[in-house]
């Protein structure tokens, strides 16, 4: 069964253009954001908006540890994340990652 919420770890217009799709498909999308993006078009066009981190990207966007923990804590089903760079981080491996299917 395709999943019918979608957690986006994306900012900007790449988060724009996901959550464009998904509504065409029919998802709940749940967008990340940081303390910069709070107040931003992705995050007011989300179904849910969770909190992952300060202004700083290394300490929220780039923080595969805080990812993790907010789609954790919301019960998300798989992430859509950044071209690649999610998963092929060794923190995602070496984590119990049920939100990406690790």
């Not at 995050?43 to 966007?61: L, T």
Request: glycine letters at 4%; charged letters at 25%; hydrophobic letters at 40%.
């Amino acid at each position: 069964m395709a999943p019918s919420r979608l957690f986006i770890a994306n900012r900007g217009e790449i988060a724009l253009r996901i959550h464009r799709a998904a509504k065409e498909l029919g998802l709940w999308t749940i967008q990340t954001y940081s303390v910069a993006d709070a107040d931003s078009l992705a995050a007011q066009m989300a179904d849910e908006a969770v909190h992952i981190g300060p202004h700083k990207a290394s300490k929220s966007y780039l923080n595969i540890e805080a990812i993790l923990d907010a789609a954790q804590r919301i019960r998300a089903t798989p992430p859509h994340v950044n071209t690649g760079r999610f998963c092929d981080l060794d923190s995602c491996s070496r984590r119990s990652c049920s939100p990406c299917g690790r």
